[in-house]
């Protein structure tokens, strides 16, 4: 079955980095677009970055300049590369494969503070 699975997550200080890993598994990773939703306490999932399976990268107005999102599809991974960290960072970070037909990790948690 399809498995997602993060990585990397934990505490972070505030202007610090980490970086999130995703390994994918039971499906053909490099068709799909990835992309990784956060969820902080007390709001709704939001869209963080996302690239296409052409290497197509788009990222959250938010954390537009400070994340990255990459791919390595012979690793069947995705990563997120967190720079300049802000307290409001913090939330649970997924892993998501696909648009229509949509799979999921189970979350990592990011904390950022001081």
């Known amino acids: 079955q399809v498995q997602l699975v993060e990585s990397g997550g934990g505490l972070g200080q505030p202007g610090g980095s980490l970086r999130l890993s995703c390994a994918a598994s039971g499906i053909t990773f490099s068709i799909y677009t990835m992309a990784w939703p956060r969820q902080a306490p007390g709001n709704q999932r939001e869209w963080v970055a996302s690239i296409t399976s052409a290497g197509r990268t788009n990222c959250a107005d938010s954390v537009k300049g400070r994340f990255t999102i990459s791919r390595d599809n012979a690793k069947n991974a995705v990563y997120l590369e967190m720079n300049s960290l802000k307290p409001e960072d913090t939330a649970v970070y997924y892993c998501?494969?696909?648009?229509?037909?949509?799979?999921w990790g189970q979350g990592t948690q990011v904390t950022v503070s001081s």
């Open positions: 998501r494969l696909g648009q229509t037909l949509v799979y």
